[in-house]
Nanobody
Framework: QLQLVESGGGLVQPGGSLRLSCAASVSIRDISIMGWYRQTPGKQRELVAVTHSSGWTNYTDSVKGRFTISRDNAKNTVHLQMNSLKPEDTAVYYC????????????????WGQGTQVTVSS
């Protein structure tokens, strides 16, 4: 069973950068889609970025041009480089291996890690 461990979060000032990592317990070479989600208290978990095994990536509008998702198949790791961070990026960030059905991404419930807290504040 796929297990994911997120790391790299922390406290950063507005305009700063962080690089999140997601380590998988199995080879991600054959996992079609890997993604990063985030959640704030009282809100639904939001899909932030996805990377397909083809190399195609996609981002939610609020992070386009600031965040970059990448996958290292050799190390079974997915990264999220976050630049120009804003207070509204504050959240717990999770990775997952969602499935894509009829135009939507659906996370796989059994694959959530513990998440990593990102706090953007001066």
């Amino acid at each position: 069973q796929l297990q994911l461990v997120e790391s790299g979060g922390g406290l950063v000032q507005p305009g700063g950068s962080l690089r999140l990592s997601c380590a998988a317990s199995v080879s991600i070479r054959d996992i079609s889609i890997m993604g990063w989600y985030r959640q704030t208290p009282g809100k639904q978990r939001e899909l932030v970025a996805v990377t397909h095994s083809s190399g195609w990536t996609n981002y939610t509008d609020s992070v386009k041009g600031r965040f970059t998702i990448s996958r290292d198949n050799a190390k079974n790791t997915v990264h999220l480089q976050m630049n120009s961070l804003k207070p509204e990026d504050t959240a717990v960030y999770y990775c997952n291996a969602p499935v894509y059905v009829e135009g939507r991404y659906y996370p796989v419930g059994g694959s959530w890690g513990q998440g990593t807290q990102v706090t953007v504040s001066s």
